[in-house]
């Protein structure tokens, strides 16, 4: 399996900064076939279902702020999230569908400062 | 609008066995991949597995660690996705969505619990 890796596993932030959440995995995520990064990132809010807020390691899925950023490539992933706001407080979870079985990172808790 | 609603979880003994659904509406069933995915409290998700569309012949793929004892199944004339779980353990205790997507997951049921304990 394709292990997934997350940092920090939580972050205290203020609002109105910027924050970076990286997401490692154990071997490329890049598709030479399609010259695309098979990496996704969630957004859960307590009590609710996860959200797609990125699929092919920077497209922004549709309604998606655009403060939400992702980059990387290979084996390294960031998402970054740009000026927080208190909506944004939440786990972040990115997901590896490069090979079956698609597998998670173990989350990022953003809370606030 | 998309709407996918789980049902069927609840408490069951080890080694017992459930049976959960997910109805689906606002689309075209037959044309989407649907996955189940779980997530234990306080866990990050695990994708237990797959039923392709109707083009790729309703084949399905599951995660190794439920290989065996779980089975993903369709209703494509109900619009309804399953879930049969035996055999289980505490450890499959969770939450178990249905979601919709290949490889990433644009829409999520809002979950049931399943409970595994004495």
């Known amino acids: 399996d394709i292990v997934m890796t997350q940092s920090p596993s939580s972050l205290a932030v203020s609002a109105g900064e910027t924050v970076t959440i990286n997401c490692k995995s154990s071997?490329?995520?890049?598709?030479?076939?399609?010259?695309?990064?098979?990496l996704a990132w969630y957004q859960q809010k307590p009590g609710q279902s996860p959200k797609l807020l990125i699929y092919?390691?920077?497209t922004r899925e549709s309604g998606v702020p655009d403060r939400f950023i992702g980059s990387g490539s290979g084996t390294d992933f960031t998402l970054t999230i740009s000026s927080v706001q208190a909506e944004d407080l939440a786990n972040y979870y990115c997901?590896?569908?490069?090979?079956?079985?698609?597998?998670f990172g173990g989350g990022t808790k953003l809370e606030l400062k | 609008e998309v709407k996918l609603l789980e049902s069927g979880g609840g408490l069951v003994q080890p080694g017992g066995s459930l049976r959960l659904s997910c109805a689906a509406s606002?689309?075209?069933?037959?044309?989407?991949?649907m996955s189940w995915i779980r997530q234990p409290p306080g866990k990050a998700p695990e994708w237990l597995g797959v039923?392709?569309?109707?083009?790729?012949?309703?084949?399905?793929e599951y995660n190794p660690s439920v290989k065996g004892r779980f089975t993903i199944s369709r209703d494509n004339t109900q619009n309804i996705l399953y879930l049969q779980m035996n055999t289980l353990r505490a450890e499959d205790t969770a939450i178990y969505y249905c979601?919709?997507?290949?490889?990433?997951?644009?829409?999520w049921g809002q979950g049931t619990l399943v409970t595994v304990s004495s």
């Open positions: 979601a919709r997507g290949t490889q990433w997951f644009a829409y």
């Open positions: 071997q490329s995520l890049f598709g030479s076939v399609r010259q695309k990064n098979y």
């Open positions: 997901q590896q569908y490069y090979d079956t079985p698609w597998t």
């Open positions: 092919l390691a920077s």
């Open positions: 606002g689309f075209t069933f037959t044309d989407f991949y």
């Open positions: 039923i392709r569309n109707k083009a790729n012949g309703y084949t399905t």
